[in-house]
């Protein structure tokens, strides 16, 4: 049975002069033990989506479950203990600026009714967790920005919650400071088994850390399955511009035909377009190529703008074929 699962959930939100569909039949499932991105533009739902999951903002229409207990059928006191079990992290930290570290990680636990000796004692657990011993007497305002996510995260940790929502909570970071807290999130998913779901527009993010993957679109699942599966095989044209979204594939003339090539592990060090120049005799135009790490592998990805002659597009693409490299046809359009 999955930990979360989201059943045709819609939201509607109702105003004067106009309706706005937030979420439309949304079906999700999310696994115990899983980090799972759901990524989108700007706009798309996400944010209202995680709100949803833990009842901030009940649905129009659809269900959630969360450990085979159905949110809309609980009692006020029922949600407030389930809610414990679901903890956010938000991008800017929200801490409480007249508390110092220790007086802000304690928050949770005071609201719950813990002892003050169980409380202490959890702090400074948490306090090695999150490598903040040596700050725990500062204020949030005596913190690098870095810090005072590493103060959200162990407050969020303090009521041992099963599930961790994280609302875009790099997206104020710098690249090296989102580096830390990501490995830090990993490092809680794989020694605690805390599920984790990050909201983020970050596709890097989602590659750096997360083994599945959701596409908002316009309100809709666009897109969802394995990070691994997703990047190298997206079926749907928003998940396509998500991923070439930083390349420079809208920058070559559009509406010729352009082809997508996708290699691991070795491959991805080999010189293939160099060894397909000299072999088929021909010219190719590469829009856009990267590499990166997803799930552990090495993965690449080159778009070649091939050229007019049909016989020696046909030609190009029988070669990379034979090399065992996936070739995909691309809509210059859709970039």
Same mark, same amino acid.
């Given at each position: ?185 990993? #490092?809680? *998913? ?5 599920? &984790?779901?990050?909201?983020?527009? +970050?596709?890097? @993010?989602?590659?750096? =850390? ?53 290699? #691991?592990? *070795? ?5 293939? &377009?160099?060894?397909?120049?000299? +072999?088929?005799? @021909?010219?190719?135009? =590469? ?49």
């Amino acid at each position: 049975m999955p930990l979360i699962e989201l059943k045709h959930l819609t939201k509607t939100f109702k105003g004067k002069t106009q309706t706005v569909d937030a979420l439309r039949d949304i079906n999700l499932q999310i696994e115990q033990g899983d980090i799972y991105g759901i990524i989108g533009m700007s706009g798309a739902g996400k944010s209202t989506l995680v709100r949803c999951i833990n009842f901030l903002e009940r649905p129009t229409s659809g269900s959630v479950v969360i450990d085979g207990k159905d949110l809309a059928a609980l009692s006020p006191k029922e949600l407030r203990q389930l809610r414990q079990q679901v903890a956010m992290i938000f991008q800017h930290f929200n801490l409480l600026q007249q508390r110092d570290v220790r007086g802000n990680i304690a928050f949770a636990m005071e609201i719950a009714g813990m002892k003050r000796a169980d409380i202490d004692r959890r702090i400074d657990e948490l306090l090695e967790i999150v490598g903040l011993t040596d700050r725990q007497h500062n204020y949030p305002s005596q913190l690098s920005g870095g810090q005072q996510q590493r103060v959200a995260i162990a407050r969020a940790l303090s009521t041992n919650p099963k599930i961790i929502l994280c609302d875009e909570a790099t997206s104020a970071l710098d690249p090296t400071t989102t580096t830390s807290i990501l490995n830090l999130l990993r #490092e809680i *998913n794989r020694k605690l088994g805390i599920t &984790i779901v990050i909201i983020t527009h +970050e596709m890097s @993010v989602v590659e750096s =850390i997360c083994t599945h993957v959701a596409i908002i679109d316009d309100g809709q699942l666009a897109e969802s399955g394995t990070v691994e599966s997703v990047f190298s095989q997206p079926k749907t044209k928003a998940a396509k511009k998500l991923i070439f979204r930083k390349s420079g594939a809208d920058s070559g003339i559009l509406g010729e035909r352009l082809i997508r090539i996708v290699f #691991e592990g *070795n491959a991805s060090s080999e010189p293939i &377009i160099a060894d397909l120049v000299m +072999e088929c005799r @021909v010219s190719v135009n =590469i829009m856009y190529a990267d590499t990166r790490d997803v799930g552990g592998k090495a993965f690449g990805q080159m778009v070649l703008q091939l050229p007019e002659d049909r016989l020696q597009q046909e030609k190009i693409i029988f070669y990379l074929q034979s090399r065992k490299l996936r070739v995909e046809e691309v809509d210059g359009n859709a970039h």
